[in-house]
């Protein structure tokens, strides 16, 4: 089974990347969460049964004490390069909420750290909208 964790628990972990990871029941289990507030740690995890002892305050702190196989980071966008590349180098594949990076330095200092780390990096468009669709 694959260990997943979240850097980030607003709204898009609440729609869409929690909802999704526990929906693959026996094969993935959201093992822990990372966030600034305590009160959104309490209501992802309460939602979605992670255990107190697996939220944490400090992103940093959940990739020492965890062993996940996968991060999704879903922070604002200039928090990406730091937060990718930690997961990265803990050993864990990552999914990002678009855009990869604020810039096209910092998304290829990402995709060198992928790279250099042998783990998978992708990038999550989920909000697509007809208008999106047609004109791309």
Request: proline share 4%; net charge negative.
């Amino acid at each position: 089974m694959l260990r997943a964790g979240i850097i980030g628990c607003g709204g898009i972990t609440e729609r869409r990347h929690a909802p999704v990871l526990t929906s693959f029941v026996g094969h993935v289990e959201l093992a822990a969460l990372a966030d600034v507030s305590e009160a959104r740690l309490a209501l992802i995890g309460d939602k979605y049964s992670v255990s107190p002892a697996h939220r944490y305050t400090d992103y940093e702190a959940m990739l020492k004490n965890e062993s996940l196989d996968l991060v999704h980071v879903c922070t604002p966008h200039h928090l990406h390069k730091p937060q990718a590349i930690a997961a990265l180098q803990a050993g864990s594949h990552v999914l990002m909420e678009k855009p990869i990076a604020t810039s096209v330095e910092e998304a290829n200092h990402i995709i060198e750290a992928a790279d250099h780390a042998g783990k998978k990096l992708t990038i999550s468009h989920n909000q697509w909208t007809l208008t999106d669709l047609l004109i791309g």
